[in-house]
């Protein structure tokens, strides 16, 4: 019956038969990845339980949102999680740039120096930052800002680093993935020794982790790695895809206020903010997030492993372990990237029936290709992809809510390539 199923939807038995050659292959990978799924999911159980999760904190509050039990005991679950002092969980977040801006203004002050110590920030960043000039950017506010690149290998520059640290270097903020870049992204780890030898230096530097795409894709989160500050998008790993908008900002209580009153205002900070009615989607989704996050892993190993051995470069590799749930291939040609999205769209709940075309899009020099059929818009922690139409014509790919989906939309896009004539099985 399941043949028939991915024969009805368009999945050729060669290109089935290849899919499961390779699972066959990667049954080891998957027991590991369950079993961090399992300790995660053991991990906020019991946060949601020392919290004393009550069937009062699923009820929608409106106004000013003063003593919203949902929201307030939602935060404390989050720093339980993340074994952090207090959290900031807010739907108001509009999404994970809002929350690494707030997070950076809210501790920043004129005079300030912030450094990153590991390359270019993510694109929304520099804006945020000032890098590239914009309005109410850190810059505006006499923000500067200092980066330290990465070394050839992928290594920290930890002599170039120790001379970039400065009397005026208050904040730090250290990316965990590799965003639309090519570098590896960062183990949490190798983001523990960084911020110890920050640390080292100066133990006032705040350190802030972009966790974005890496909660719950190991056991442990930078916060159990001495990151003062974590930060990241509901609509990605720890929304468990039922989170309809929001973010996180989880670390020092002092540093997590001073966040609470640029959110919202002086002198009100985290007492006020109604949830309104995202209580039960941030808790469900959030008791989810372990087990999506698995699925999605399982789809990028997959898929890594799928279309290896075709003369494609694949970041990470097959083999490589895994820091965050993003993966790249790069086709080399525009035809193999709008092959791909396109099989991705095509695998989608909603939208199947649309064709994405790579357009021109604001912030980009080159048109981009998006597939998303998602049920929150935008989410990346449902099945997506996307590509900008240039060398090396690369796609980036992520998500899927359950691992049938993310097995699904992967077999689709690799039909859609081998129906374009790139590949043969
Ligand atoms: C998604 C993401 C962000 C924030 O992007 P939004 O689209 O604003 O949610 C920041 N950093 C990284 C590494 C990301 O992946």
Redesign the pocket.
Known sequence: MTDQMYKKLGISESVRNHGERVLKSLEERFRKIDETAEYNQLKVLSAMQDNRVSEACLHPSTGYGYNDLGRDTLERVYASVFHTEDALVRPLI???????AVALSGNLRPGDELLSPVGK??D??EEVIGIRPSTGSLAEYGVTYRQVELLPDGNFDYEAIRSAVNKKTRMVTI???K?YQTRKTLSVKQIGELIRFLHEINPELICMV?N??GEFVEELEPSDAGADLVVG?L??NPGGGLAPSG?YIAGKKKYVERAAFRLTSPGLGKEVGASLQTNPAFYQGLFLAPTVTAAALKGAVFAANLFEGYGFDIVPDGKESRHDI?QAITFGCPEGVIAFCRGIQAAAPVDSFVTPEPWAMPGYDADVIMAAGAFVQ?S?IELSADGPIKPPYSVFFQGGLTWPHAKCGILMAFQKIVDAGLITV
């Open positions: 509009a999404c994970g740039t809002h929350a690494l920030p993510y929304t960043l990316q965990r993935s965003g972009d974005c795409y998008s609509i990605k973010g993003i935008g990346s």
